[in-house]
């Protein structure tokens, strides 16, 4: 059974995405995923999910650092500047490859729970769902 609700996967790099799919599905860890190819289009789908709130409003987010559009950090600026209600419950991730020390101070201002080097793999995962929703997913 699993875990969470809804995961929203946001990143510009379509491998990425399929790869990140494929390990949530296998490892069972929501019964909704969702993918947005940048910052903007999470939005507009928190938009669709979240009003009024849905089993597919997101319960975590994994978080691309750098997109088109608009990027990670853009993204976080925009989501802290949405309604109490629509934050409430919903952890945040941040992906990259690499974070500039400047981009990590800035994120540590706004609604992140963490970042995480990139690729995700099933412990990081596990680490992630087990430190913000306090349960192991099954996989």
Same mark, same amino acid.
């Given at each position: 059974?699993?875990?969470?609700?809804?995961?929203?996967? #946001? @990143? @510009? @790099? $379509?491998? $990425?995405? =399929? *790869?990140?799919?494929?390990?949530?599905?296998?490892?069972?860890?929501?019964?909704?995923?969702?993918?947005?190819?940048?910052?903007?289009?999470?939005?507009?789908? *928190? +938009?669709?999910?979240?009003?009024?709130?849905?089993?597919?409003?997101? @319960?975590?987010?994994?978080?691309?650092?750098?997109?088109?559009?608009?990027?990670?950090?853009? =993204?976080?600026?925009?989501?802290?500047?949405?309604?109490?209600?629509?934050?409430?419950?919903?952890?945040?991730?941040?992906?990259? $490859?690499?974070?500039?020390?400047?981009?990590?101070?800035?994120?540590?201002?706004?609604?992140?729970?963490?970042?995480?080097?990139?690729? *995700? $793999?099933?412990?990081?995962?596990?680490?992630? #769902?087990?430190? +913000? =929703?306090?349960?192991?997913? #099954?996989?």
């Amino acid at each position: 059974m699993p875990q969470l609700s809804s995961i929203l996967l #946001v @990143d @510009d @790099d $379509t491998t $990425t995405n =399929f *790869l990140n799919q494929t390990l949530i599905q296998r490892m069972s860890v929501a019964a909704h995923l969702q993918v947005a190819e940048n910052g903007a289009e999470a939005l507009q789908a *928190l +938009h669709q999910t979240c009003e009024p709130l849905s089993p597919r409003c997101p @319960d975590l987010i994994l978080l691309d650092m750098k997109m088109p559009v608009m990027n990670g950090i853009e =993204f976080l600026e925009a989501y802290a500047q949405l309604p109490l209600a629509r934050q409430r419950g919903v952890g945040i991730v941040m992906l990259t $490859t690499s974070l500039l020390p400047r981009d990590l101070e800035r994120v540590q201002q706004l609604p992140v729970a963490g970042a995480l080097n990139k690729p *995700l $793999t099933k412990e990081k995962l596990q680490a992630v #769902v087990a430190a +913000h =929703f306090g349960a192991e997913p #099954v996989g």
